[in-house]
């Protein structure tokens, strides 16, 4: 029942973000026109000062002067196209939180492609975001050069959104996240996401992948996250471990295998 309701949760973002993309579309369009026009206009306000101020006309040139200064020209002139570009980083955000939100929504079933785990693992950090800026000090990457890794990248995503937000949720008061990409024996390569944390007991440890099973307060969590994540990883030839670290903290680790038959 569970993972039909995520299928349809998944279908329901897929086609709002769908229905969000439309208007961010043509605002985008019309906001670059504007930013044009406003481009131009400006460039022929200039021309029409510079032209009053070459007919030596005292009085033309005090009455411009009362304009330029009762409607806060000079600061106008500064401001907008600072306010246009801030406005278009901001439609930019908005088309790339959807485009994370439309790829991590996508049933990419039987669709298994080469992959980046660098981009992936970036693009997973870009949509929740949202859940780290409060209790995420830094991220601490490790990245070295590794293969491509052939898999459906959506489930992967999934797999690295759970565990940016666990990290995340694992360190009320804060902490940096350290997140590593290498290489390791026989043609796999392992991502490991490790927090500052007070850890898992070896209670819950034994029994973490299991359904149901959770370290977070009741209500917090169904316990399914990391039992759907361990699936996934399963169904790429892959797996998932955890280990508490010597200082603080957890380090989770998924192994994929570069090339799958």
């Not at 007991?201 to 990391?226: C, D």
């Amino acid at each position: 029942m569970q993972l039909e309701k995520m299928a349809t949760l998944g279908r329901l973002v897929a086609g709002v973000a769908h229905e969000i993309n439309n208007p961010v579309c043509y605002v985008k369009t019309n906001l670059q026109t504007l930013t044009q026009y406003v481009a131009e206009l400006d460039q022929l306000v200039d021309s029409i000062l510079a032209l009053a101020d070459s007919q030596l006309d005292s009085t033309l040139s005090e009455a411009l002067a009362g304009l330029k200064k009762r409607h806060d020209y000079d600061y106008l002139h500064a401001e907008l196209p600072i306010l246009l570009d801030e406005t278009s980083e901001g439609v930019e955000r908005i088309e790339g939180i959807v485009s994370n939100l439309r790829d991590y929504a996508h049933d990419d079933e039987g669709q298994k492609q080469f992959v980046c785990l660098q981009k992936l693992v970036e693009t997973a950090l870009r949509l929740v975001n949202h859940e780290l800026k409060y209790t995420v000090r830094q991220i601490k990457r490790e990245y070295t050069e590794v293969p491509e890794v052939w898999c459906r990248p959506a489930q992967m995503s999934q797999v690295l959104v759970n565990l940016f937000v666990n990290a995340a949720q694992a360190m009320p008061r804060g902490g940096d996240i350290h997140i590593s990409i290498h290489e390791c024996a026989e043609s796999r390569v392992e991502i490991s996401v490790c927090d500052e944390g007070y850890g898992i007991s070896e209670e819950i440890k034994t029994r973490l992948f299991e359904p149901f099973v959770t370290t977070k307060p009741a209500g917090k969590g169904t316990g399914l996250g990391l039992a759907i994540c361990h699936e996934i990883m399963v169904a790429h030839g892959g797996e998932i471990r955890a280990e508490n670290r010597p200082s603080r903290g957890t380090c989770f680790t998924l192994a994929l295998p570069i090339k799958q038959s």
